[in-house]
């Protein structure tokens, strides 16, 4: 097996950077104002097209956590880690159709000016920093780390140099602003699409190459005759993964928390479609409902397929890293099968995943600096040349943090994909509840707003190192705690999630109802600072209903959804 890139597949990556770049340059300089203000720079204000909303989307959500986290955890788990973008399809629906037209109606541009909006400075900026945290500490360096380690797998070159020039890439790309990044995640999602097929074809064509049939249907075919448990949406108690994929949780629990947060109350999420009208957001966020459906195929199935392929003695050598079996490996060793070009195109897709992803986060942390944090407490008369100046100065000290921290997270003992998941979920519930009650129930105070995002992350901790105080196994029986590989019992993060949301729900329904009903006045504002009760947003029926094209498409992708789960149950 070559470790390394042949000229032909420099040459392919080559042409991908060109066009990268080249039409990176074209759009920064086409949609160049004589003076650029921030909400063109952070949101491209008005210049995105449905197409350009919908690919950015995947092209942020989709990189390393999903090409080597989301296809080790097929190697380890198998297609029920698939859960995870076939709800996400679901959850871009309900966020189109109730939380955009918030959003859109009442001008919010970044997630802590919902807060500020919608509660008060306080909790505006106490969130404005916990959300920088998150996304430089954990989003960032774990986007970078699996990234460069698998370009380092794949090429041969030093996981230092590789970290540093998609480091670059990157802030290269962040640095004309959110619309080159729009545009030019078209061509990024492209290349990680087609690439990813491509690697997804190799894979299945290996299963049947080893068994003496031919064909990628008939190594489809194979895998699920050879790894029948792998090819299971719904695990039972009794399977070894049950902790990261709790049964019907993933249905009708503590998946939907992950997603609607991710999807519904993550500023490098929807600040691709806030910059947009509401017909052009949801078609945006629908095309990438559709892209979430085909992302199993691209992610899952190889790592499936590498389950298969090792399982019959093969990539012995490969999968293990320190004396330990890694299913992280699966992909790049894959990969690196991939004759002299076709290596070449998936390891552009690889790369492309990943540049998007960390410019799209970095633009997000950079918003939330500049207009949050900078704009809102160290200078409150900055002008828009300024903002923006910080703002790419954001993005430079933010990915050279991530450099710095990111090997030294302990990211793939856990797993990419599920170390993300894990650890996200610690804020998850509170952050969940938060905008949820603040959307639709107009008693919801300031101070619920900080009992959830102060007590649900406490919460989140307590339940995570329970079992070191307390025996759970009484537990089991109800499906509320499983043990571990250490024989420990543990409550299943997704269910964790689920219980911290609960209780944060009730604890803020119990003390805005004890505060007192805010002034009718303040009904439809915007954020008066000078009370601590509620700021009802401006909110009613008729924003949420969608058009009649809206409503076939969607249930299309619902159909498409009922049937897989059905099949593959």
């Known amino acids: ?74 190697f380890n788990i198998g297609l029920a880690i698939s859960t995870y973008e076939w709800m996400a399809a679901a959850t871009l629906i309900i966020v189109a159709v109730f939380f955009l037209p918030i959003y859109l109606k009442n001008k919010i ?13 306080t909790v505006s900026t106490i969130m404005a920093v916990f959300w920088l945290l998150l996304y430089v500490v954990v989003n960032l360096t774990s986007i970078l ?56 074809y190799l894979a299945l064509s290996l299963v049947s190459e080893h068994f003496g049939e031919t064909g990628v249907l008939k190594g489809f075919s194979l895998m699920t005759e050879h790894a029948s448990d792998h090819f299971h949406m719904i695990l039972k108690k009794d399977n070894p993964h049950y902790l990261d994929l709790p049964g019907l949780t993933v249905l009708v629990g503590g998946m939907w928390i ?78 690196n099968l991939l004759p002299a070009g076709m290596k070449g195109l998936a390891f552009a897709a690889l790369t492309a995943a990943v540049v998007a992803s960390l410019a799209g986060k970095a633009n997000s942390i950079s918003t939330i600096f500049s207009l949050d944090i900078y704009k809102e407490i160290f200078n409150k008369s900055a002008g828009e040349k300024e903002i923006v100046n910080v703002g790419r100065i954001v993005v430079v000290v933010a990915m050279i943090l991530a450099i710095i921290i990111s090997p030294f997270l302990g990211i793939d003992k856990k797993g990419g994909f599920q170390f993300i998941q894990e650890y996200t979920g610690f ?69 964790r999630m689920g219980i911290v949301f609960v209780v944060c729900v009730v ?39 969608p058009s009649l094209g809206f409503t076939v498409i969607a249930l299309i992708i619902c159909g498409i959804l009922t049937a897989l789960y059905t099949i593959f149950w």
Request: hydrophobic share 50%; with cysteine.
């Open 1 to 74: 097996m070559q470790k390394s890139l042949q000229f032909l597949d420099y040459v392919v990556f080559l042409v991908y950077f060109v066009i990268v770049a080249g039409y990176g340059l074209y759009i920064y300089r086409k949609k160049k104002r004589a003076t650029t203000d921030s909400k063109d720079f952070f949101l491209a204000e008005g210049s995105l097209t449905w197409w350009a909303i919908g690919a950015s989307l995947i092209a942020s959500n989709i990189s390393a956590e999903q090409f080597i986290g989301m296809a080790g955890s097929g």
């Open 109 to 121: 541009y970044t997630m802590p000016q919902f807060l500020l909006t919608r509660y008060n400075k």
């Open 145 to 200: 780390y699996l990234g460069a380690l698998a370009v380092n797998t794949i090429s041969g070159i030093n996981f230092y140099v590789c970290m540093s020039l998609i480091a670059l890439f990157a802030i290269f790309i962040t640095l004309g602003g959110m619309k080159v990044i729009g545009y030019t995640d078209v061509i990024q999602v492209f290349f990680l699409i087609l690439g990813g097929l491509v690697t997804t």
């Open 258 to 335: 992950v997603n609607l947060n991710y999807w519904g109350c993550n500023q490098y999420i929807t600040q691709r479609a806030l910059g947009a009208d509401l017909k052009t957001a949801r078609s945006g966020l629908l095309f990438a409902g559709f892209l979430k459906l085909l992302m199993p195929v691209i992610v899952v199935l190889p790592g499936i397929a590498a389950y298969v392929l090792h399982s019959q003695g093969m990539f012995q050598q490969e999968m293990v890293k320190a004396g330990e079996l890694t299913p992280d490996n699966a992909y790049p060793v894959l990969m």
């Open 427 to 495: 804020v998850s519930p509170g952050i969940f509840a938060m905008f949820i009650l603040g959307f639709f129930w107009k008693r919801t105070t300031a101070n619920a707003a900080l009992f959830a995002m102060i007590g649900g992350f406490a919460m989140s901790i307590f339940l995570k190192f329970l079992p070191n105080w307390a025996d759970l196994s009484s537990l089991y029986d109800l499906g509320w705690a499983v043990p571990n590989a250490e024989g420990v019992y543990e409550i299943p993060f997704l269910d």
């Open 507 to 545: 604890g803020m329904a119990i003390i805005s109802l004890m505060s007192p009903a805010p002034s009718k006045s303040l009904v439809g504002t915007t954020g008066d600072l000078k009370t601590s009760g509620s700021h009802a947003l401006e909110v009613d029926a008729s924003m949420f209903k």
